[in-house]
């Protein structure tokens, strides 16, 4: 009892607590190492999108619709007998609504930087000037974009997300710790997508609309980056699927 | 102790203190931003992710370790160094969580048209349990660790005095809560996989652990202590034998108080007993030692007069005294606190056996 070392901060340390100390500032040395790498090693692969910067800007042609979201239509090609569908934004979290509104069903030329999650793209249009009448509408001549398919009532489990952070914008760009950024982005109108999972792993993102066919954003606002379940009309215009769904049927999961 | 204010009192114990913390912290970072990812196979997250992630996690671990810091000096002394410079871990602990809050307000709060505080406070309106936002849980927390760095100097101390501050700053217990909550509704409702439950779970097993084991000690401790008869408000306190020369030996009275027991003197041939409860930051007097004379805090070093309870001059702290007298082999103690600092004559042994 007597021989225990007595510190006081503002005199010498004892030897032998100096020892003690030593191998204490060790182990927690070692424990913060430890944590750091299993934090880092136990995260989930938020997927490899992202903004192809080093594609420089790209320009695509096709056939614009502002409703539900803005989408650019590509039209059917040799690899793509349903043509191809582009999701379009603004640049940060913005939409570009007012500019898709005015040219809607027109030939445009799109012109921004691509975001590529493995099959899918989408454009971040580069301002006003980025998205115009076609220059040459040659490619989409005689064209007005993909037919309307009905493929029934459905119900279906999935994460509402904002299409740009799920394409890469961020990494993770879906989850709960995502929610606040997802519902920032939606809010200024980024397409608002479902993605649901297929048995065999692999997913789809669906276009998300209301049951007139038009944007959905401020009714599901608070089930975002949730699982939920969800039930409408599901329809398929080209290669994009639209989920018209009444937001009542929303169930969380 | 001192007798003025200064920005920070550096010692060269404090030194080290600080070094050690500030590698901990640079280590901690370096290793989880720039050589961990390097472990994957392939990059699973964004850099700005990876940042928020880094400070965040690096605040909850420094946070957990402070509060297992208490519960570890109490059952193991020579932890009492790591509690010395608590203040600078908890001062590093805001900054790093600040650190946070900037890697989140510059990512995942920019490139809006809202302003980045609108946004984190207007954004997520679901107040269901699974999808509460959670960053309010985390700006709550971070507004405590503020208001504990904020008022973590010995002025604020004084001038909100000891009990205030010390209720004040007990408010960390609530910040970790927060804290908890703040992971478990956010990181936990996106990760799946079992390394994130098992890190929050690891830290509320260690804090929550050693406070009950300490708790426990300390119990089972106050409960063998013999307090043989009673004579109105005096009791019959310790065994004079039992008393190791210049180390403290705490006491609990039959009011919950206690009482911490001094043996002193060239040759031992002294007892006194004053307040167990440190003027400073009510600290446990009674596992102190004399150091030059004086009853010394294991805390912080401050320091009082056996027999008057007052810091030795210049200094102006003081702590109640009790009442002493001796019954056979036994020391006797009056269960009434006198004012703080009141001078009471201590038991000489030198007027009768041990």
Redesign the interface.
């Known amino acids: 009892?007597?021989k225990?070392?007595?510190?006081?901060?503002?005199?010498?340390?004892p030897r032998a607590?100096a020892m003690?100390?030593a191998v204490?500032?060790g182990v927690?040395?070692g424990?913060?190492?430890v944590?750091?790498?299993?934090?880092?090693?136990?995260?989930?692969?938020?997927g490899?999108g992202?903004f192809q910067w080093g594609e420089g800007q790209q320009t695509r042609t096709g056939i614009v619709m502002a409703d539900p979201y803005p989408i650019l239509f590509l039209p059917p090609d040799a690899d793509h007998p349903f043509g191809r569908t582009i999701p379009l934004s603004g640049?940060?979290?913005?939409g570009v609504q007012k500019i898709a509104r005015e040219m809607q069903g027109k030939p445009v030329d799109v012109s921004g930087v691509v975001l590529r999650r493995d099959d899918f793209e989408m454009i971040q249009v580069s301002g006003n000037e980025g998205l115009v009448a076609a220059a040459d509408p040659a490619p989409v001549a005689g064209w007005t974009g993909p037919d309307i398919e009905t493929l029934g009532r459905v119900t279906l489990k999935g994460e509402l997300l904002d299409s740009k952070c799920f394409h890469g914008a961020?990494?993770?760009g879906?989850?709960?710790?995502?929610?606040?950024?997802a519902?920032?982005?939606l809010?200024?109108g980024v397409p608002l997508t479902f993605l649901i999972r297929r048995a065999d792993g692999s997913v789809e993102s669906l276009l998300m609309a209301d049951p007139a066919g038009m944007e959905i954003t401020g009714a599901l606002?608070?089930?975002v980056s949730?699982a939920i379940e969800l039930t409408g009309e599901l329809e398929r215009r080209g290669d994009l699927l639209v989920f018209k769904v009444d937001p009542g049927t929303v169930r969380?999961l | 102790m001192s007798v003025g204010y200064r920005p920070v009192l550096w010692n060269a114990n404090k030194l080290w203190y600080d070094g050690a913390l500030g590698l901990f912290v640079g280590l901690y970072l370096i290793l989880f931003l720039r050589y961990a990812p390097g472990l994957l196979e392939s990059p699973v997250i964004g850099g700005a992710e990876l940042r928020m992630r880094a400070f965040g996690s690096c605040a909850f671990l420094m946070l957990t370790i402070i509060l297992c810091i208490g519960p570890l000096a109490r059952l193991d002394t020579r932890f009492l160094p790591l509690l010395y410079n608590r203040r600078h871990f908890g001062v590093m602990t805001f900054f790093v969580a600040t650190a946070h809050l900037w890697a989140v307000s510059g990512w995942y709060l920019a490139f809006s048209p809202l302003d980045p505080w609108v946004a984190l406070l207007v954004s997520n309106t679901d107040i269901s349990f699974l999808g509460f936002p959670f960053e309010w849980l985390g700006m709550a927390a971070l507004a405590i660790l503020f208001t504990m760095a904020a008022t973590s100097h010995d002025f604020w101390l004084h001038f909100l005095s000891p009990p205030i501050w010390k209720r004040l700053h007990m408010l960390v217990y609530l910040c970790y809560g927060l804290v908890v909550m703040h992971v478990a509704l956010g990181l936990l409702q996106s990760e799946t996989g079992t390394a994130y439950p098992l890190m929050v779970g690891l830290s509320l097993l260690a804090v929550a652990g050693l406070h009950l084991t300490a708790g426990s000690v300390e119990a089972k401790r106050d409960r063998q202590q013999v307090v043989v008869t009673a004579d109105g408000d005096w009791i019959k306190a310790v065994r004079i034998d039992s008393l190791t020369p210049d180390h403290g030996h705490p006491v609990a009275l039959p009011n919950g108080e206690r009482v911490a027991v001094f043996r002193y003197g060239e040759t031992g041939e002294k007892i006194s007993a004053l307040s167990n409860v440190c003027a400073h930051q009510n600290g446990p007097l009674g596992e102190g030692k004399i150091v030059f004379g004086c009853v010394t805090c294991p805390w912080h070093g401050f320091q009082y007069d056996p027999e008057t309870g007052r810091s030795p001059p210049p200094f102006t702290e003081k702590v109640p005294t009790y009442r002493v007298r001796r019954d056979g082999d036994f020391v006797m103690i009056d269960t009434k606190a006198l004012p703080a600092g009141t001078p009471t004559p201590p038991i000489l042994l030198t007027d009768g056996p041990a």
């Open positions: 009892m007597s225990r070392p007595f510190f006081v901060g503002y005199l010498g340390m607590l003690f100390l204490v500032v927690l040395l424990t913060g190492a944590v750091a790498t299993v934090i880092v090693e136990g995260q989930r692969d938020w490899d992202g640049v940060g979290k913005t961020m990494r993770p879906q989850g709960k710790t995502h929610k606040l950024c519902n920032l982005c809010i200024g606002l608070d089930y949730q969380r």
